[in-house]
């Protein structure tokens, strides 16, 4: 099966950098997707990594690792409406999300 | 471009009804559709992947018989609930993915149903 890990909480300061870590198990896919979601929203989509390295978006960014199972969510310059939980998630002919990882931001 | 639209997007409904809930891709067209539940303050968990034409494919754990799907169009999937009750309530949230590319999902915005 496919399973995703990821902290539940981060906890950052406005302007700051913080970085969502998130480890996966899976025996193939086509990539590694992360998505931002507002209490009571749905969620949209952030970033796609389908190739191992570095993809910039803005204040976004996120990396693959395949040969690690690894990848984090970078985000820069803090601003309070980042405060949502944020998902990773397997990209197959169908998405499977992680837990979730809830990022708390302090003024 | 590339718009789910969800409908109802909030419903209350007395335990033992059934409640219908839309998913459309309002400007492509979408052969493949997912079904999400997530419950408070947890992730999405994928229900089933719904085709065009053909029967739904359940994820392991999700009562077939229960939660209904049919997917008569290329732009239209329905999730019926059916006998709900409280532990059925939920946000649903619907997929599309674009006919022919296999990579890209647009979520729809979510249904959120409350069983009383």
């Known amino acids: 099966g496919q399973s995703l890990e990821q902290p539940s909480e981060v906890t950052a300061v406005e302007g700051a950098i913080v970085q969502i870590n998130c480890t996966y198990q899976?025996?193939?896919?086509?990539?590694l997707s992360w998505y931002q979601q507002h209490d009571g929203g749905a969620p949209t989509f952030l970033s796609y990594?389908?190739?191992?390295g570095l993809e910039e978006t803005g204040r976004f960014s996120s990396f693959l690792s395949r040969s690690d199972s690894y990848g984090y969510l970078l985000l820069q310059e803090l601003q309070m409406k980042d405060s949502a939980s944020y998902f990773c998630?397997?990209?197959?002919?169908?998405?499977?999300f992680g837990k979730g990882t809830r990022l708390h931001i302090l003024p | 471009g590339a718009v789910v639209s969800q409908h109802p997007s909030r419903v209350i409904c007395k335990s033992g009804t059934s409640v219908k809930i839309e998913c459309r891709s309002l400007?492509?067209?979408?052969?493949?559709m997912f079904w999400y539940r997530q419950f408070p303050k947890q992730s999405l968990m994928l229900m089933a992947t719904?085709?065009?034409?053909?029967?739904?494919?359940?994820e392991q754990g999700v009562e077939k018989d229960k939660f209904l799907i049919n997917h008569a169009s290329l732009t239209l999937s329905t999730l019926t609930v059916t006998s709900a009750h409280p532990e059925d309530s939920s946000f649903y949230i619907c997929?599309?993915?674009?006919?022919?590319?296999?990579?890209?999902?647009?979520f729809g915005p979510g249904t959120r149903l409350t069983v009383t």
């Open positions: 899976t025996s193939g896919f086509y990539g």
């Open positions: 998630a397997l990209r197959d002919d169908k998405i499977i």
């Open positions: 719904s085709n065009e034409g053909s029967k739904a494919t359940y």
């Open positions: 990594n389908a190739l191992d």
């Open positions: 997929s599309a993915r674009v006919t022919g590319n296999t990579y890209e999902q647009y």
């Open positions: 400007d492509f067209q979408a052969t493949t």
